[in-house]
Each structure stands twice: as C-alpha cells, then as structure tokens.
C-alpha cells in the first residue's frame, strides 16, 4: 500500500473517529440503562442521542456522526442475515409462512395507501409500514438506507425507530394477556406474537414470559418476518429508481450491497457450518452496529422538528399496529 493511500487512510480515520466515538459512548449508555430499567435500548440510544445533538453541527464530530448514521446501519442490517436459517422456518411448515407473506405485503399495503390519504408521501406509509409489519427499528432503518435521500427521510425515520420502539414494548406487555383471554394454545399464541409485535427483542421477552413453547415459535416466526426484510428492500430500491426521485439525481442500486450481504449471511448460516459461538458474536455485533448508528441518527436530530410532525404520523402508526393484530388474528381464526 502506498504512503499516499496510507496518510489518506489515517487521514479519514481522524476525520471520522470523535464522531464515531461519542456515537459508541452513547450507545453503551443506552446498553447500560437497558439492562438496568429494561426499556428498549433503541429508544435508550434515540433519547440520548437527541440530547446531544448540538454535537451534528459544524464542528470535529459532524463527519464522524453522518458516517455512523449511514455506514455502520448498513453493516448492522446485513449482519442481521446471520440470524436466520431456511431450516427454522420448514420446521413450522407451510401456514405461518403464508400467513407471514400475507400479513408483510398487506400491512405495508394498507400502509401506503393510508399514508397517501392522510397527506403523506407514499414512502413514509411504506416505511412505517415495513417497521410495523417486519422487524420493527430494524426495518425502519433498513428500507430509510434503501430509499432515496429528502430532507424529511432522517426526522421521518427516526420518528418511525420511536413509534415503534414504544409500541413494541407496549405490545409486549399487552399481548400475552390478550392471547391468554383469548385461550390461545402454546403454539398459536407463539404464531400470534411473533407474527405482531414488531422488535424481535420484545417478542422473544414476551414468548418465553408464556411459556419456551411459545417463545420457541414466536421467535421463530418472527424470524421469518426478518427474512422478509430483503424482498422489501428490494422493492423498496425498483420503486425509487423508477421514481428517480433522489434530488441529487442518483437512483439507489437495484440490490444494495447491504441487502446482498443480508442474503449471503442467511444462507451461510442455514448451512449449519457456522460455530454458535461466531453467530452469537455476529448476532451482537450486529445489534451494536444498529444502536451505535442509531444514537448518531438522534444526534442528527432536532427535538423542535420532532415535535413538530403532528398527531397525524402517531395516529397513522397506531393505526397500523391495530390493523396488524386484527389480521393475524382473523389469519389464525381460518386457519392459517
């Protein structure tokens, strides 16, 4: 390696590192707090990044922040690709991926059209839809790094990580209870809560409060909605390139490279080859990834522009998560 790509790579590294490393310091806070009050660490890692967002102006830690935001998700995202096997989901058979499918393409459907009826663009119905209707925070900041940039995309998708941050851990204290009235059986109840609540860490809190049964196919069952990230970030990137409406006149790949390596981990680690152990470090690396970045995306954010989005985006979110639990609900009640 040359002395030029040397000094530039060193160079870089100071440019990027005060960034990078408040970003890391708020999110082993947020990890700290998690543990000890046992409220999500996303909504941990959102809060105090917005307290610290004078630190995202012109100033040593700008670049460093920006990258984070950007970068480390789109590790984070393709990491969560090891969490998966094809094996876990034939073992369910064919009703819970169905129902899975079915609920995923519905949910961000009635999602978008709700968006658009109630004055939003359709891109935010799809990226509250696919946080409510996949995997939560992951989702959301998953299909924000496939869509094109606008100046509301970073107050959009971080107002979409605290929805459905608060609703998820709402859901998990709800639901057991509903799917107790209700005298759902082990195995269904695990279906119901792993097919509706939306962070995979509140639905795995939630199944084994039940029973490991449930846990066991909640968890599974909410995996399969993980799989169904890459399809939806596909069709997240074919829809903004025919729309072509990045504003810098570039269109996002067809296939991120990030999405790729999603793929490429899942199927490696349905091989069976992979040591518990590397999918254990892989697994919480990658959810490092995702809290680092995302207290760098609060330090990218205004509180007075978060408050300024209005009732209309919360009731739009609530909305999508009653209409999730409806439809599981009426999917389980055929059959499905």
């Given at each position: 390696m040359s002395a030029i790509a040397l000094t530039r790579i060193h160079s870089r590294t100071r440019e990027?590192?005060?960034?990078?490393?408040?970003?890391?310091?708020?999110?082993?806070?947020?990890?700290?707090l998690s543990e000890h009050y046992g409220a999500p660490v996303m909504l941990f890692a959102l809060l105090l990044g917005?307290?610290?967002?004078?630190?995202?102006?012109?100033?040593?830690?700008?670049?460093?922040?920006?990258?984070?935001?950007?970068?480390?998700?789109?590790i984070g995202v393709a990491l969560l690709g090891m969490r998966i096997t094809l094996?876990?989901?034939a073992a369910l058979g064919w009703k819970p991926v169905a129902l899975v499918v079915i609920v995923?393409?519905?949910?961000?459907?009635?999602?978008?059209?709700?968006?658009k009826a109630m004055g939003f663009q359709r891109l935010f119905g799809m990226?509250?839809?696919?946080?409510?209707?996949?995997?939560?925070?992951?989702?959301?900041?998953?299909?924000?790094?496939?869509?094109?940039?606008?100046?509301q995309k970073e107050r959009a998708?971080?107002?979409t990580v605290i929805g459905v941050s608060a609703l998820s851990t709402l859901a998990m204290i709800v639901y057991p209870m509903i799917a107790n009235w209700l005298s759902l059986s082990p195995q269904v109840?695990?279906?119901?809560?792993?097919?509706?609540?939306?962070?995979?860490?509140?639905?795995?809190?939630?199944?084994y409060s039940m029973s490991t049964e449930t846990g066991d196919t909640a968890t599974v069952v909410k995996l399969m909605r993980v799989a169904m990230l890459l399809p939806v970030i596909v069709c997240a990137a074919m829809i903004t390139r025919m729309q072509g409406a990045d504003p810098t006149g570039k269109r996002p790949p067809l296939l991120p490279w990030f999405a790729v390596g999603f793929l490429i981990l899942a199927c490696i680690n349905s091989t069976g080859w992979v040591a518990p152990a590397v999918q254990g470090s892989v697994n919480e690396l990658s959810r490092w990834c995702l809290v680092v970045s995302i207290s760098a995306l609060g330090m990218k954010t205004q509180l007075k522009e978060l408050a300024a989005v209005g009732i209309k985006p919360i009731l739009l979110m609530v909305g999508e998560t009653v209409f999730l639990v409806v439809l599981v609900l009426l999917m389980l009640r055929w059959g499905l």
């Open positions: 990027l590192a005060p960034g990078f490393v408040v970003s890391l310091i708020v999110a082993a806070a947020a990890s700290f917005m307290a610290l967002n004078f630190l995202a102006g012109d100033g040593a830690c700008k670049a460093g922040i920006e990258f984070t935001a950007r970068t480390v998700l789109r094996e876990q989901i995923v393409v519905v949910t961000i459907g009635v999602s978008v059209i709700a968006a990226l509250t839809g696919g946080a409510t209707a996949i995997c939560g925070a992951s989702a959301a900041l998953a299909l924000a790094a496939a869509l094109p940039n606008h100046p998708t971080l107002f109840a695990g279906v119901f809560l792993g097919a509706t609540i939306h962070d995979v860490a509140q639905v795995v809190g939630a199944g």
